[in-house]
């Protein structure tokens, strides 16, 4: 068997939030905790799995993470377009 995504579940500090599962992927969560608990040799609830797959996700996507990058202030793009010859001393 291939080596799943997720690795074993930490205990950290939840924050509520409520959704809805289309049954389908809710099968396909169940599905998984119990591959996981095979694999780990841990009990895994299916909650428990939700923010661990986001955070991989998002981390997973560039898109986002570019997104997410400030802006590059002005000023700085000034020095990085001058010619390496330029000298602003001079």
């Known amino acids: ?37 095979r694999e780990t040799g ?5 909650t428990k799995l939700v923010a661990p797959m986001l955070t991989r996700f998002l981390a997973s ?3 986002f993470r570019a997104a997410r990058r400030p802006a590059p202030r ?3 793009l000034n020095r990085q377009q001058a010619p390496p010859s330029c000298d602003p001393a001079a």
Do not use: F
């Not at 997720?6 to 809710?26: C, F, Q, S, Y």
């Not at 841990?42 to 299916?46: F, G, I, L, R, T």
């Open 74 to 76: 002005p000023h700085a």
């Open 42 to 46: 841990q009990k895994v609830e299916p």
């Open 1 to 37: 068997m291939r080596k799943l995504k997720l690795g074993p579940i930490l205990d950290d500090r939840p924050v509520k939030l409520t959704v809805e599962l289309p049954a389908e992927l809710h099968r396909d969560l169940l599905a998984y905790a119990e591959a996981l608990s």
């Open 61 to 63: 996507d560039r898109g």
